[in-house]
């Protein structure tokens, strides 16, 4: 079953603004993982944050992880144009990793 | 450097046809997986393959079978195809099943399967 749940599905927001997204997850984990998909194209690996990191930043990324509430937080800051893609959060459940249904986010110029 | 590369890229079948989509990762990884993407519904694991010479169930394994050929080749196979198959699918690949880096997974680019 799913482990992650994303919020908002879907975000439109204009090039310069920031984007958040969120996660929400059921059990405890080790760590959590965003992943980028652009349109017809695979995931790609954005960033990871261990359970017992709070933020952690990559370029204009940010991700926070609240285990008592079990979220976790995407902030793109200064959005742009090639950012709109679908972004997913991802939790390990054993070997595999468990996948959310995804934000999808729409930068306009 | 290719990473993970599935083929074919899109395929039409008709119910009840049979085939195989492969999968090959030159990275060294241990693990694969397969996994299939609808709308609304996210990405749900078919198998995986957590080394070589292992294969388990995923969350939607009913009417796939997988063979981990070798320890780069991870293949599935759809032996009576049904139109609710219709998707897209993914193979992915990490260093390791558990542990630290070897977390991050990593995608192909999809096969877009239509089953009429």
């Known amino acids: 079953s799913q482990q992650g749940e994303e919020d908002p599905q879907a975000l439109s927001i204009q090039e310069g603004e920031n984007a958040t997204m969120n996660c929400s997850y059921k059990?405890?984990?080790?760590?959590l993982q965003w992943y980028r998909q652009n349109s017809g194209r695979g995931l790609v690996h954005l960033i990871l944050?261990?359970?017992?990191?709070r933020e952690k930043h990559s370029g204009r990324l940010r991700v926070t992880l609240d285990t008592s509430k079990k979220s976790s937080s995407l902030l793109i800051t200064a959005s742009r144009a090639a950012d709109t893609a679908s972004y997913f959060c991802?939790?390990?459940?054993?070997?595999?990793?468990?996948f959310g249904k995804g934000t999808s986010l729409l930068v306009t110029p | 450097n290719a990473g993970v590369t599935q083929t074919p890229k899109f395929q039409v079948l008709k119910t009840g046809q049979s085939m195989t989509l492969q999968c090959a990762q030159d990275?060294?990884?241990?693990?694969m997986y397969w996994y299939r993407q609808d709308p609304g519904m996210g990405l749900r694991l078919i198998y995986y393959?957590?080394?070589?010479?292992?294969?388990d169930k995923g969350e939607v394994p009913n009417g796939y079978n997988v063979s981990r050929l070798n320890k780069r080749e991870f293949s599935l196979r759809l032996e009576s195809a049904a139109p609710s198959q219709t998707s897209v699918y993914f193979c992915?690949?990490?260093?390791?099943?558990?542990?630290?880096?070897?977390?991050?997974?990593?995608f192909g680019e999809g096969s877009w399967l239509t089953v009429v």
């Open positions: 991802a939790t390990r459940s054993g070997y595999a990793l468990n």
């Open positions: 059990t405890s984990i080790n760590n």
């Open positions: 944050i261990r359970s017992n990191e």
């Open positions: 990275m060294n990884h241990n693990s």
């Open positions: 393959s957590a080394s070589e010479g292992t294969t």
């Open positions: 992915a690949s990490s260093e390791s099943g558990l542990s630290g880096a070897g977390n991050t997974i990593y």
